[in-house]
């Protein structure tokens, strides 16, 4: 795993290596360059010294030794004198005739200057040319002579090497100092970003209620902190409704599995006549078949939450599709005396999902037909407009007041916390409508007015879906059907 | 003993009427709390058990309700709601006892019949007098140490007699608290009972135990002062 701090902290050293190697050359280039500057003046200055010592006399051109040892047989600097024939008027006695007999020549203002290898050691030579005139009383004579003086470089050379070590020396110290004081201030910068670390480390699912807060969070850190209490905010909302909803499936399944459970315990206490059992038999499978509902909806509603349902669309007749799905609760509507008033714009073709519409309309002809009053009314109407076809499920004799009605699409809610129908009106068939709607690219509203309950689906004449018809011709709305 | 039942789960208002009846209490049966508070105040209950999520109105107002009038029946809460804050709210309201659904029969049944037993400041299962002995938890019967076997219906009236046992015990009183409205009528029916109840009870050579108060009522053993 990377380090942002190990990162840091190579980085910083490799910096100061790199900046300091760079000067650290340029120091060496510029000592370099004023020593053997200094060395290259000195050799012109004792050439034109030497040369100095050459005089002509008596028509022959001599040299006359230079004083001081330091041209001696020890000496680290020697010269040779000779003319241009190559013949040698003067040298130092460490040198043979043929040493320093080749190479460039400059003039006594500017010698040449050059590299050499003498008795083995590395020297530095500056060579000369001039003019020796001699003008005496019978004759003028000019004789071009060449001087060389040559040192060995050891001890600049020593010099040099030694100014590279000490360069290269202090770029590595210094490297790394600056790494470890890197380090250091690096670990003091992330202080914040450790505190912050373990905050974060110690929250739990039991402490989503907590904020990081901004208070003592550096600049930086300010973007990622907000993020994060936005997302922890978001993850208390899904868990606070996860922990909701589970306490009241759990809550919702306990009466059921109470009223199970005191069936078969009265039931075991005695023994009992053969019908007595039958009957005690066909209660318990009445109550499976509440709790089988209510699994199946919390099913539905869990699969529609994890969008795990589409619409597999095709063409229907809106009209057709609502009158057979209300086959199922006519008898219940008659044994009420509930009035039923069909208002349908017929045909109304469509395209969409006509196993999911037909849930949806179960639930909302189910909640009409056991939330009416008895012999009150029952309004199903249908109508088109703009591509969207509206279904409308209305029922005298509501009990709640307008501002409960968006309630009715929160799952388990009840307008009077009535347990009487646990399995069948369990509070989740309207939730499971406003999921499905959305499914089916609509939307579903409820309102309540004048004691009367009113529902309306909206959905596209044609829905987006796996498969679907194709379109065919959208019928206009028709008059309105009303049937008892 | 008399007991009401208010519950709005139809499967398990029939199951606790049932069983209830079958041990030989008096049960009456309501599904919202609207008709469960008309009931608890029109009749003299010996214990009420109330659900909480009722449809009309909600237990805790039923409850409220009928502390305010002064009814002073136990109530046994029956409810899904099984936080410690819900059972805390449930008692402070005035309930007695608190059950949680699911629950066992046997469990409801014994609660129902320490609240009747609180009633009547009875604390120990064991109701004596004289010679007679009745185990209210195993519904046993003894006299002189002789099992006595009794239907369910004599068995409650014998039980509610020795809950009251020394005092008067008037026929309206044994009417109202041992006998289901719905299935007897007339009140000679408590004579009957109180005739089976004689003829199980005082065998040869064994005293009176259940004494005529002419006009007045019924008194089982020696009447009290």
Known sequence: ?484 | MRILVVEDYTPLRTAITRGLTEEGFAVDAAGDGEEGEWYATSNAYDAIILDLMLPKRDGLSVLANLRARGCATHVLVLTARDGVDDRVDGLDRGADDYLCKPFAFAELLARVRALVRRTYQAKDPWLRCEDLEIDTARRVVRRAGAAIELTSREYALLEFLALRAGQVVSRTDIWEHVYDFASENGSNVVDVYIGYLRRKLEREGQSKLIHTRRGQGYVLGAEAG
Not at chain 1, 51 to 67: F, I, T
Not at chain 1, 327 to 356: F, G, I, N, Q, S
Not at chain 1, 441 to 453: D, E, K, L, M, P
């Open chain 1, 1 to 484: 795993m990377s380090s942002l701090r190990r990162r840091a902290v190579a980085g910083a050293a490799l910096t100061a290596a790199a900046a300091l190697a760079v000067s650290g050359i340029a120091i060496h280039l510029t000592v370099r360059s004023v020593l053997t500057g200094g060395f290259d003046a000195d050799l012109a200055a004792r050439a034109r010294a030497l040369a100095g010592l050459v005089v002509v006399d008596s028509g022959h051109v001599e040299a006359l030794a230079p004083s001081g040892s330091e041209y001696g047989a020890e000496g680290d600097v020697v010269y040779r004198i000779a003319d241009l024939d190559g013949v040698v008027l003067a040298r130092s006695p460490a040198l043979s005739d043929r040493d320093l007999a080749s190479g460039d020549m400059g003039t006594l203002e500017s010698p040449a200057i050059r590299l050499d290898q003498l008795h083995g050691a590395a020297v530095r030579a500056a060579t000369a040319m001039w003019t020796v005139r001699h003008d005496g009383r019978a004759s003028r004579k000019e004789v071009r002579a060449v001087v060389t003086v040559a040192r060995r470089t050891e001890a600049l050379d020593t010099q040099l090497g030694r100014l590279a070590w000490l360069l290269s020396a202090v770029t590595a110290a210094v490297a790394v100092a600056c790494g470890l004081a890197m380090s250091a201030v690096i670990r003091q910068v992330l202080v914040p970003l450790d505190r912050l670390a373990k905050r974060i480390g110690a929250l739990d699912d039991r402490s989503l209620g907590k904020r990081l807060g901004l208070g003592a969070v550096p600049l930086e850190l300010v973007p990622v902190v907000g993020r994060l209490d936005n997302l922890l905010a978001r993850l208390e909302q899904a868990f606070t409704r996860e922990k909701v909803f589970s306490a009241a499936v759990a809550h919702e399944l306990r009466t059921p599995i109470a009223g199970l459970r005191a069936t078969i315990d009265v039931c075991q206490a005695r023994v009992r006549e053969p019908a007595e059992y039958q009957r005690a038999l066909a209660e318990c499978e009445g109550i499976c078949a509440q709790m089988q509902a209510m699994v199946e909806s919390l099913l539905l509603l869990a699969r529609l939450d994890t969008g795990q349902i589409h619409a597999r669309t095709e063409e229907l007749d809106l009209a057709d599709a609502l009158r057979a799905c209300w086959r199922a609760y006519d008898e219940a509507a008659r044994t009420r005396r509930l009035r039923v008033d069909w208002k349908l714009a017929e045909p109304l073709l469509m395209v969409t999902d006509p196993a999911l519409l037909r849930v949806v309309t179960a639930n909302l002809f189910d909640n009409a037909t056991s939330h009416a009053d008895e012999g009150g009314d029952i309004v199903i109407a249908t109508s088109s407009a703009d591509g969207i076809a509206t279904i409308r499920v209305a029922n005298s004799g509501c009990a709640l007041a307008p501002e409960q009605a968006g309630k009715v699409f929160d799952r388990f809610w009840r307008g009077d916390a009535s347990r009487g129908a646990t399995g069948r009106h369990c509070g989740l068939g309207l939730s499971l409508c406003q999921d499905l709607a959305t499914i089916l690219g609509g939307n579903i509203t409820a309102s309540v007015q004048g004691g009367r309950f009113s529902i309306e689906l909206s959905v596209p004449l044609r829905s987006g879906g796996i498969g679907g018809a194709a379109g065919k011709k959208t019928p206009g709305q028709a008059g309105p059907n009303s049937a008892t």
